[in-house]
């Protein structure tokens, strides 16, 4: 077993590792996890906020780059400021939730705190619904445990405290499943707002592999599909899988790197070089 598990999350994977140069562009950032987390809100914009500021086709784009260095050099290519400095929304880059809590990730990481970023649902977006969502977290050593903070909507007022976000107020998408599995939750609450289409129980199990995939450092798009997902999302898998998804849940919230590591090798779960090249 890895001896220090939040100690490897202190180290980049793929995804975060910042490129030649950019890690002075971390100089000025504040030394608390939460205030970093707090300066990524002025370096992205959601696509829709980005629409209608009437940026082009080329700039929405942005929302489907995977590293954060990319992220970084497109940033830096419209205003090329520390990463301290806000950016008025048109000079910020394009991107979804899972921009927002990968690139604090991958700076909270750059200064040796260990962070991850997590796939799941937020429970306070609205009344009795699980809604797609990915959140930051960061290991505090004096408490001993990982603060859940929801990196986009610190301070936009969706929940009491998205700097510590309470038990239950995002379930990622392996505590979802367990849920679901046990018959606490209706799988058809949970999927993605704006949608008619993307709700239930499959739903469920892909935001359970992406957050498996984001515990191995691979922090996919919201949209990535590999091995059995898009089987999943068409009805097409059965109890057989339903079991491997409770060994995947049980594993992520086990937490330990080298079990995670291991599982991630499986051909239903491993991401395939087509999404990570």
Same mark, same amino acid.
């Given at each position: 077993? *890895?001896?220090?598990?939040?100690?490897?999350?202190?180290?980049?994977?793929? $995804?975060?590792? =910042?490129?030649?140069?950019?890690?002075?562009?971390?100089?000025?950032?504040?030394? +608390?996890?939460?205030?970093?987390?707090?300066?990524?809100?002025? #370096?992205?914009?959601?696509?829709? +906020?980005?629409?209608?500021?009437?940026?082009? !086709?080329?700039?929405?784009?942005?929302?489907?780059?995977?590293?954060?260095?990319?992220?970084?050099?497109?940033?830096?290519? =419209?205003?090329?400021?520390?990463?301290?400095?806000?950016?008025?929304?048109?000079?910020?880059?394009?991107?979804?939730?899972?921009?927002?809590?990968?690139?604090?990730?991958?700076? /909270?990481?750059?200064? !040796?705190?260990?962070?991850?970023?997590?796939?799941?649902?937020? *429970?306070? $977006?609205?009344?009795?619904?699980? /809604?797609?969502?990915?959140? *930051?977290?960061?290991?505090?050593?004096?408490?001993?445990?990982?603060?859940?903070?929801?990196?986009?909507?610190?301070?936009?007022?969706?929940?009491?405290?998205?700097?510590?976000?309470?038990?239950?107020?995002?379930?990622?998408?392996?505590?979802?499943?367990?849920?679901?599995?046990?018959?606490?939750?209706?799988?058809?609450? $949970?999927?993605?707002?704006?949608?008619?289409?993307?709700?239930?129980?499959?739903?469920?199990?892909?935001?359970?592999?992406?957050?498996?995939?984001?515990?191995?450092?691979?922090?996919?798009?919201?949209?990535?599909?590999?091995?059995?997902?898009?089987?999943?999302?068409?009805?097409?898998?059965?109890?057989?899988?339903? #079991?491997?998804?409770?060994?995947?849940? !049980? *594993?992520?919230?086990?937490?330990?790197?080298?079990? #995670?590591?291991?599982?991630?090798?499986?051909?239903? $779960?491993?991401?395939?070089?087509?999404?990570?090249?």
């Amino acid at each position: 077993m *890895t001896a220090d598990p939040p100690g490897h999350y202190s180290r980049p994977g793929p $995804f975060t590792r =910042l490129g030649p140069g950019q890690a002075a562009l971390l100089e000025g950032l504040p030394d +608390d996890p939460v205030e970093v987390c707090a300066a990524v809100q002025a #370096l992205v914009v959601q696509p829709a +906020d980005a629409a209608r500021l009437g940026l082009p !086709g080329e700039r929405i784009a942005e929302k489907d780059i995977r590293p954060v260095s990319a992220l970084i050099a497109a940033l830096t290519d =419209l205003a090329p400021a520390p990463l301290h400095h806000p950016r008025s929304p048109e000079h910020r880059v394009v991107g979804t939730c899972r921009h927002f809590a990968t690139l604090a990730c991958a700076l /909270l990481r750059a200064r !040796g705190v260990p962070a991850r970023a997590r796939c799941g649902f937020g *429970t306070y $977006f609205a009344e009795g619904r699980g /809604l797609d969502h990915w959140i *930051t977290e960061y290991w505090h050593a004096g408490d001993g445990r990982w603060v859940r903070v929801d990196t986009e909507h610190l301070g936009n007022g969706y929940v009491d405290h998205p700097e510590d976000l309470a038990p239950g107020e995002f379930l990622t998408g392996g505590e979802a499943w367990v849920r679901y599995r046990a018959g606490l939750i209706d799988p058809g609450t $949970f999927g993605v707002a704006g949608t008619e289409h993307a709700w239930g129980a499959h739903e469920i199990s892909g935001n359970a592999v992406r957050d498996l995939a984001a515990l191995c450092k691979h922090e996919m798009l919201n949209w990535d599909e590999w091995g059995r997902m898009t089987e999943a999302y068409e009805g097409g898998t059965g109890p057989e899988y339903d #079991l491997l998804l409770d060994r995947l849940a !049980g *594993t992520c919230a086990g937490g330990d790197p080298d079990a #995670l590591a291991r599982l991630f090798t499986d051909p239903h $779960f491993t991401v395939p070089r087509r999404l990570t090249g």
